[in-house]
């Protein structure tokens, strides 16, 4: 247990503040850069700020549930699905640089706060430690499907980090349910959807 907490608070300290390293090619990288007014390129930093605000939120959301899952089975579903949002971490990051903008400043904040949720989502056990998981990425997909439609049509880069994100995102909720992902109560849904737009507008301009 002692070597899981020093792995996953070295973990934690590389996801805020060390480049992310991806294992697969960037989905941009064959896309040339597109001609945007001020207005579309700030707007698409902000959405591609408040996507990587995201993935530093799931990698701490499933460091916790990992670390208190009981069945190996389910460890092993959300180390794997940490270990796909660290890719879409560096895709975000360098999208952003490549915008000319940062990272959210709200990101330690932010990665608290899911880190507790996700120790809490374990303590309940793995039905609903996978549900969270599951609801978590359906909510993500909905959230990169809004972007699609916000994004500027020019901006293929951007369009394509985004896509491939959500279709990530989509795998990792079809994997907890065939882990038996139990369904979430509504006001625990609720409650998520709230807590995720809060931290969309904070992060869009911070």
């Known amino acids: 247990m002692l070597d899981s907490l020093i792995t996953e ?9 060390a480049p992310a390293v991806s294992s697969r090619a960037h989905p941009d990288e064959m896309l040339p850069e597109a ?3 001020d207005a579309e390129k700030q707007h698409a930093l902000g959405l591609m700020r408040v996507n990587h605000c995201g993935e530093v939120c799931a990698q701490a959301l499933y460091q916790g549930q990992a670390l208190t899952a009981r069945d190996p089975a ?3 579903a959300l180390k794997q699905a940490a270990f796909e949002e660290v890719e879409h971490l560096a895709w975000t990051e360098q999208r952003i640089r490549e915008l000319g903008g940062r990272t959210s400043l709200l990101n330690p904040l932010w990665y608290t706060g899911s880190l ?3 120790v809490a989502a ?10 969270f998981l599951e609801e978590t990425e359906h909510q993500v997909a909905a959230h990169l499907d809004s972007h699609l439609e916000e994004l500027p049509e020019q901006d293929a880069k ?9 279709e990530d995102e989509v795998k990792h909720a079809e994997m907890a349910h065939e882990q038996g992902a139990a369904k979430l109560p509504l006001p ?3 409650l998520m959807t709230l807590t995720a737009k809060l931290m969309t507008g904070a992060s869009y301009r911070i």
């Open 9 to 17: 608070f070295d973990r934690g300290l590389r996801t805020l503040f």
């Open 122 to 131: 374990g303590l309940l056990g793995d039905r609903w430690n996978l549900g």
């Open 188 to 190: 625990v849904r609720s």
């Open 158 to 166: 951007s369009r394509a980090i985004v896509e491939q994100m959500r």
């Open 74 to 76: 389910a460890r092993e």
């Open 35 to 37: 001609e945007l007014s």
């Open 116 to 118: 507790a949720i996700g």
